[in-house]
């Protein structure tokens, strides 16, 4: 299993970002996937969960309204598209898949500042 996120960076709050897992190693298309985030100092969090299918989707709190999930399985390509960014969104974020263990991603950084 192999999970490769991309896609963060710096932006000003109120920015945009989008951030993609390409996924290699299994059945993309069978298993639902997650985007954690992990800010200095705290846990790792779960921001948001898609079905297999695309079907369902479940965000954090704090992200509901500005946060979409997204899958491309023709693609094994899962997506986090952050609208409406505050500086409280600034961390590592990271793509998971559970299949009897979690997998995780490398995680990529975003920091958002003025």
């Known amino acids: 299993v192999q999970l490769v996120e991309s896609g963060g960076g710096l932006v000003q709050p109120g920015g945009s970002l989008t951030l993609s897992c390409a996924a290699s190693?299994?059945?993309?298309?069978?298993?639902?996937m997650n985007w954690y985030r992990q800010a200095p100092g705290k846990e790792r969090e779960l921001v948001a969960h898609?079905?297999?299918?695309?079907?369902?989707?479940y965000y954090v709190d704090s992200v509901k309204g500005r946060f979409t999930i997204s899958r491309d399985n023709a693609r094994d390509t899962v997506y986090l598209q952050m609208n409406s960014l505050k500086p409280e969104d600034t961390a590592v974020y990271y793509c998971n898949m559970r299949n009897m263990r979690n997998y995780w991603g490398q995680g990529t950084q975003v920091t958002v500042s003025s």
């Open positions: 898609i079905s297999s299918s695309g079907g369902s989707a």
């Open positions: 190693g299994f059945t993309f298309s069978t298993y639902a």
